[in-house]
């Protein structure tokens, strides 16, 4: 009886023995009730018969399968007010609630203090992410020492739902919780050096005054090679900024930590980033034809394809064996037309140049299939999220004509966010305030060469709360012909509104087979991507269904555990790849990213972006770059116009990587290439430098003579015998076997 008694008060008092500490956990004690009523959030509400809720995982994963709509949580929690006594700042505490998926609010104790949205909007234009927030130390929403109630509404479409994650906690915000260090300006190229500039911001009013600590080490030896340190305040008003210059150091990445230590508090912030370096190759003066060995049209709609070639400007472009139909634009490389019959033409195309010529034999294949390579292109929601608008979008063609359809880069794709919120008076969707002109806009982008593509749901509303093409399918896909629309992305979100609650096999496939039937009416060659995360094991009939492409897993983050995660899970998927018929793993994140008005640089090491194009190519992935392209640094630039890698996504055969070697801390994924060679990756999935190597008779290496080193364009001694490489951690080494 005793030992009850004591083991029940420990119980009773585990709040207040946690709040002991410097924080409260909340990852247990949660409910879930599915459904939406705002009776849920004042404290005095009766929440008893609500379910226990597992906050670790999604609502789908605990007893609510596919469940998209409205949902609650809440639970139940005493905020000591000795936290706030213990603490060196105190004026506000705050709230770390796992991530919100998708859109969300938080009451506590019935009153509104988070919402993922912006004002002015609903909750269903809430985003997945992070659910971190402060509430002030004196807000009567906190009640100190007593029980408070935290609700938590959430708006769930399309893929998992609810509030899950790690990091549930409670504790005052720290003298750090408001500083960054922001890494986001471009790094500086000298001859010999690298530079620049950080800043260290504050957000609260504390005046911060210190040492940055300026520290880049080699992560294969872990010796410093260089070290600084400087004073530094800052505040709210004056940001700090530090600006230095390295000597350029050989090719491989090195580590820069900041470290800044507040003198008075004793605290310290810290972050860590590397320093790119570039491996592609320097583009030549001389004319150099880039690009697929082929390309599809269907017979009867119109051509457009640009020969991509890199070299000296003015270029001059020939075609010879161009069929009837079909004329090129010497000056351009533009090649426009309509194509009557069905077969294949060898053409061979000619470009030069005051310094030379090249010369590359290519297959117009007219036909069923169109995109029989992956689609390269841009997409805008990596980058903008849902404030994409016209002129975004003519920055991003303008950057790609500039820089980057010399290696074969061609789409133009405006994600979710383009829509009005109602059709027009016949029942046509027609674009919001942001896109005064979609048909003016296509011709633009179509006039660069370009190919232009949009975005819709199966359902009655995109995964952005904006009209779908739901019952109203025939008519979309005439607007996009009329429009000039080349590629259609078809998020499945609502649809699960209007299917069955366990969709079946069949289920899965009807969307898209109503969409593909819609499409197949226009006179356009319009390339059709599903967006439905996987479900279904789409890979196995997105040919079937008549997909050029399809998602297969939920949506990418700028990190190394989304990027590993799903890139080297893709094995399952490898047999559904063929010409025209390509496994999706999502857009890339190289580059500025940001899902909305402001953007980031890449939380990815250059290591790790080396690793996801090499990953993505041996997938034979579309490469859809999401970030944005008005300020495309010279790394970025690289990792995205090295003509080996693009050649292993964009090979005819059109096969996917498979996984060789699956070990703890490395990985090797093979893919067979046209005409017998063999493309490697071999990955270092290990925080540490690594030394792998390929044995002579590795069933990998047997009937190759000639290894390539892809990203530069070397070749490597060694081959038939053993194969050595230091492989950098989260890095790669891409070869090509000849
Ligand atoms: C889903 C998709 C994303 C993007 C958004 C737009 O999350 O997976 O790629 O299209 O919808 O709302």
Redesign the pocket.
Known sequence: MRIRIWILIVLLAAPFLRASAQEIMLTQGWKLKIGDSITWAPPQYNDSGWKPANVSLPWEEQGYPKTDGFGWYRVHVVIPASLKEKAFLKDSVRFDLGYIDDGGEVYLNGKLVYKNYKNGSDIQHGFYGPCSFSVGTNDLAVHWDKENIIAVRVFDT?GNGGVYGDKFDIKMMDVMDNVSINTDGDFSYGEKSLGKSIKLKAGSSYEYAGKLNFKVTDPETDSTIYEKTNDAHFSAHSPFTYTFTIARLEKKSYKITYTFTDAKSGKQIQKTEGTPYILTPVVQAKPRINGPDVFGERPGNPFLYKIPASGQKPLVYKATGLPAGLKLDAATGIITGVMGNKADYPVIFTVSNKLGSDTKKFTIKIGDVIGLTPALGWNS?NAWGLTVNDQKVRTSANAMADKLSEHGWTYINI??GWEAASRNANGEIVPNEKFPDMKGLTDYVHSLGLRMGI?SSPGPK???GYLGSWQHEDQDAKTYGDWGIDYL?Y?W?SYSEVTAQNPTLEDYKKPYQVMRASLDKVHRDIMFSF?Q?GMGDVWNWGTEVGGNSW?TTG?IEDTWKSLSSIGFSQDKTAGGASPGHFNDP?MLVVGKVGWGDSQHNTRLTPDEQYTHISLWSLLSAPLLIGCDMGHLDNFTLSLLTNDGVLAIDQDALGKEARQVVKKDDYQIWAKDLEGGDKAIGIFNTSDKYQTISLNANDELLKGYTKAFDVWTQKSIIGVPNKLTFKIPPHGVKLIRLL
Do not use: A, N, Q, S
Request: net charge negative; glycine share 12%; charged share 45%.
């Open positions: 399309g929601w994600d979710d975005y995109t995964c952005g992305k998020d979100c967006c995360y998602r949506d999502d």
